[in-house]
């Protein structure tokens, strides 16, 4: 596309999911403002409109189905293909594209399922975007892959990337004025038996330490202060001999950043050593994230998990004892396969003891891929849906009582 052509082009970006597609996001948007495109808040004005999508539960992805749905029915979706090569009429013909963990889940099934959608791309693949937007503004070329389907013929899928070229980092980018994300590794190989994030992210993949600097020099250069590190398990990062304490020792020295925060941290790689880290780190944030996912030995194993109900309490009396006043919080599952009772009891008990600061609860949805699409999944709904809302219930009042105390 030329520049002048590109210049009047807007584009809508509706986020779903985690820290981890916030940032994303926000690559996304530097990458098409550097490409001369404009971020616009009004899907309505907008000639091209991206979901970033999220597959960690199936409720996830149904709102992202819906949504597309709603754009039709409201008539932002117009379908007057024909239009696509007249110049003057271009902006009222939306493209429409599935970016992230759904487009690698479903790949070209997306355009099955939703023939309004024009390309699907994975989170590997992010890079390539702009030159996608470029093709399909031309309406000229087809994709590659396109088989023998009329349906496919006009679609672009790009979704079978390996790695990220490190400079999609570095645009600079950043919705907040004082607060940035910062990835410090991608995908994730721990292979929890309940989650989709190895298949749609790929294996873990640490940033190298310079490049997170230069990130956050950058970053800081334009008035950012504070910065939440992010990976599937950032206590497990490694580039050469730098671990996550040699990293946070760099960045602790970097004048301008003020406060550092990270997300997520996983229990069989947290140790005291780590917690010593926090504590003697002059910049990061007393608080801690340790996702807990069942009180029970039986279905922790079950979800591959790699600890006990009891090694998890021991790690959390460590963590206490070395960061004082440390804050705490977790996520849990309800009703994986296979949960009596029994197990149910012992994650209210353990949740009971544990006393979180805050904690996610959710339901086992069975996703794609995973070994636990495997078992069958056997608690009954109506028993999901009370396990989850006596868990809110003992959970919210923990958070009132602990909240009540910090004031
Ligand atoms: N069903 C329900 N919850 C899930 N999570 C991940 N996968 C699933 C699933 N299939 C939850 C976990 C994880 C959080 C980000 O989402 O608790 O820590
Ligand atoms: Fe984020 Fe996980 Fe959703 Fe992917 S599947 S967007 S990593 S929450």
Redesign the pocket.
Known sequence: MEDNEVKSKKVYLSNYG?QMNVRDSEVICGLLKDSGYKICSDEKQADVIIFNTCS??QHAEDRVWSQIGAFKKTGTVKRKRNLRDSPQETGTVPIIGIVGCMAKNYAEKIFERSPDVDFAVGPQDIDKIPDILSRLSRNKEQSPKSGDSPLFQSKIWETDGQIRPDEIYHNNFYQDKEHAYLVISEGCSNF?S???VPYVRGGLRHRKVENILREAQGAIAQGITRITLLGQNVNAYQNGDIDFSGLLQRLDKIDGLKQINFF?SHPKDADPDFFKVIRDSQKLVKSLHL?L?SGSDKILKLMNRGYSAKEYLALIDSYRKIVKGGLLTS???VGFPGESEDDFSRTFELVNKAEFNAA?I??????PH?E?LKMADDVERADKEKRHARLLELQRGISNKKNAKRR
């Open positions: 985690c960690v539960r929890c309940y989650c989709v997520t996702p996912q996520d849990i599952i996610y959710f339901k086992y949805s069975p996703r995973t636990a």
